[in-house]
């Protein structure tokens, strides 16, 4: 497993991964960024860098996130939520078949081991607020913001 550290606008991001993929992104308060890039992270770094740069609005990666087979679901279901979009707890559970599984659902979303990429940021309460995010609201809504601007829009 290869590891590399990456200043972003929101702190230093943790990047692993192997030839079989990603396998997590996580975001630090503090850190150093690596010198050296591994080479099966360069395109990974690349398009983070693109991302907060403006210049990227999907990402193009081999992902290997390692998680259960509910925790898979729900991550391939927030790598469908568009760019520029948002989604319900609610709905999201609706669309995996089962609007009773809104904890679980959120549970898994918390899970995510691939910040940003697997873009659970845009996942949001059914009246429209930020609720709960692993690496802070403040980061959600700085997330928010750069994909949408001041309007952002929702799928529902």
Known sequence: METVTMPTPLGFAKISGNSEGIQSVCIMEEGEATAEIPTILLEVVQQLSEYFEGNRTEFQLKLNPKGTEFQQKVWNALLQIPFGKSISYQ??????????????????????????????????????????????????????????????????
């Open 91 to 156: 709905q999201l559970s609706l669309q995996l078949g089962d609007p009773k599984a809104i904890r679980a659902v959120a549970s898994a979303n918390g899970k995510n081991p691939l910040w940003i990429i697997i873009p659970c940021h845009r996942v949001i309460g059914s009246n429209g607020t930020l609720t709960g995010y692993a690496g802070g609201l403040w980061r959600k809504k700085w997330l928010l913001t750069h994909e949408q601007g001041e309007s952002q829009q929702s799928l529902f």
